[in-house]
T-cell receptor, first 111, second 114 residues
């Protein structure tokens, strides 16, 4: 069956370190993969999109990689700050129909 | 502000009742998506409309229905409500049906069924 897994439910890191979040998918062949940030009680906010033919995408302190062989995307936040604390969601396109979201990883950046 | 407006923000209703959630997409966006988010389920895709037509359907219950009107706003109707329908309901919009662009989410409607 189709499944999207994100490495852990929660991740705690120290301020200034790099946070690495993992998204693994099964029985999808996404042409696109997106990452969103969600704060409690609010709607998700788009961060980055990466295409299947792109290995890596960067935006300021954010970096996303996409490995279609491993069926995995990694999301990195460098020089993390307490303001980066939120839940991060990955989303795979479902055969061009719509986006399906993973369960999310709750990141806490400790000062 | 994403430009997507959802009303109401909060809704408390009793089991068995029917409610309507409303979504106004960003100006110019033709696609509207509805998602349900409960504590133990994450964001679940319900249904997508594009320019008034149903485009894709997810795990939407038969008690739920939606439509998109000529002015592109959308409504999600939930009927015969059960306690388990309590959740945050999000609407998102995007310019078209090609998935190479971001989706813009509204702030959600928090539905509580008592």
């Amino acid at each position: 069956s189709q499944k999207i897994e994100q490495n852990s439910e929660a991740l705690n890191i120290q301020e200034g370190k790099t946070a690495t979040l993992t998204c693994n998918y099964t029985n999808y062949s996404p042409a696109y993969l997106q990452w969103y940030r969600q704060d409690p009680g609010r709607g998700p906010v788009f961060l980055l999109l990466i295409r299947e033919n792109e290995k890596e995408k960067r935006k300021e302190r954010l970096k996303v990689t996409f490995d279609t062989t491993l069926k995995q995307s990694l999301f990195h936040i460098t020089a993390s700050q307490p303001a980066d604390s939120a839940t991060y969601l990955c989303a795979c396109d479902n055969y061009g129909q719509n986006f399906v979201f993973g369960p999310g990883t709750r990141l806490s950046v400790l000062p | 502000d994403s430009g997507v407006t959802q009303t109401p923000k909060h809704l408390i209703t009793a089991t068995g009742q029917r409610v309507t959630l409303r979504c106004s997409p960003r100006s110019g966006d033709l696609s509207v998506y509805w998602y349900q988010q409960s504590l133990d389920q994450g964001l679940q895709f319900l249904i997508q409309y594009y320019n008034g037509e149903e485009r894709a359907k997810g795990n939407i219950l038969e008690r739920f229905s939606a439509q998109q009107f000529p002015d592109l706003h959308s409504e999600l109707n939930l009927s015969s409500l059960e306690l388990g329908d309590s959740a945050l309901y999000f609407c998102a919009s995007s310019p078209n049906i090609i998935l190479n662009t971001e989706a813009f989410f509204g702030q959600g409607t928090r539905l509580t069924v008592v």
